[in-house]
């Protein structure tokens, strides 16, 4: 999910109808510039380099999201499925997916495999401590700027350096009333690993099992 | 886009979920595997999604 707008312009996004190392293209009404659906970069046109900006989104089930988000709106439409229409991220298929944090060379791939042994993961992005959590039910990660936050599980809970526990969805300590300590989200994206990889060959995947 | 207290959407259907300017929306996968794509604007943020 990806900001529209670019400095002083604000995009119409429209599908080109064309694969760019298997994922499609999109292209901008203003300048007919293409950029890749699944990393945000122009690669040809007037635009050619700029990089749209990624909005923190989730992956889970409608269910899940309604209860986080009662007053949430949803599109309806024709639905399909099929290899397109469907997403079964399931811990049979852990090899398959990954999830991606942060842009080129800074981007980062965590595979669901090791997520599901190491589901809070600390690390570096750029010049940012930042924290992945997963949860191992939904299979559905969220990532944070930490700060000077620590994080550990125990028994399922999500606890800090102070031991309060954290609201993993949120980003938040449960029951605070403080809206400050609310972490920054970054963007973590679910991938196919083979096709990760194709994006950003120099990148790295932190995790041993995933070279 | 329908309110979710209206919308008849199975529960174990996955959606892709945003919060905006403190506006929550989501998109069905099966929706969004038909489209590939939309153009949405919360507020003042203009945004694309994309599956």
Same mark, same amino acid.
């Given at each position: 999910m990806y900001s529209r707008r670019i400095e002083d312009r604000v995009l119409k996004l429209g599908h080109e109808g064309m694969l760019y190392r298997n994922s499609f293209i999109m292209y901008d009404h203003q300048t007919n510039s293409h950029w890749v659906h699944t990393t945000g970069e122009c690669v040809k046109g007037k635009l050619k380099g700029k990089q749209l900006r990624f909005?923190?989104?989730s992956v889970m089930t409608w269910g899940a999201w309604r209860k986080l988000n009662p007053m949430s709106l949803v599109l309806e439409g024709e639905m399909t499925r099929g290899f397109m229409g469907t997403f079964?991220?399931?811990?049979?298929?852990? /090899?398959?997916?990954?999830?991606?944090?942060?842009?080129?060379?800074?981007?980062?791939? %965590?595979?669901? $495999?090791?997520? +599901?042994? /190491?589901?809070?993961?600390?690390?570096?992005?750029?010049?940012?401590?930042?924290?992945? %959590?997963?949860? $191992?039910?939904? +299979?559905?990660?969220?990532?944070?700027i930490r700060g000077k936050n620590e994080f550990r599980q125990v028994d399922g809970k999500i606890l800090d350096q102070r031991g309060r526990e954290w609201n993993a969805m949120l980003g938040?300590?449960?029951?605070?009333?403080?809206a400050s300590e609310k972490m920054r989200p970054i963007a973590a994206t679910v991938w196919l690993i083979e096709r990760w990889r194709g994006f950003y060959p120099k990148a790295s995947s932190p995790s041993p099992k995933d070279k | 886009?329908?309110?979710?207290?209206?919308?008849?959407?199975?529960?174990?259907?996955a959606i892709i979920g945003v919060v905006v300017e403190g506006e929550a929306r989501a998109y069905p996968v099966a929706v969004m595997g038909h489209i590939e794509l939309g153009n949405d604007t919360c507020g003042q943020t203009p945004f694309a999604v994309s599956w």
């Open positions: 909005i923190p989104s079964r991220l399931n811990a049979k298929s852990p /090899n398959r997916y990954g999830i991606s944090i942060g842009q080129g060379a800074t981007a980062k791939l %965590f595979s669901i $495999k090791s997520l +599901l042994v /190491n589901p809070v993961v600390q690390d570096r992005l750029g010049d940012d401590d930042v924290v992945i %959590f997963f949860d $191992k039910e939904s +299979l559905h990660a969220t990532a944070w938040q300590p449960i029951g605070a009333d403080n | 886009m329908t309110a979710a207290k209206d919308s008849t959407l199975d529960d174990d259907e």
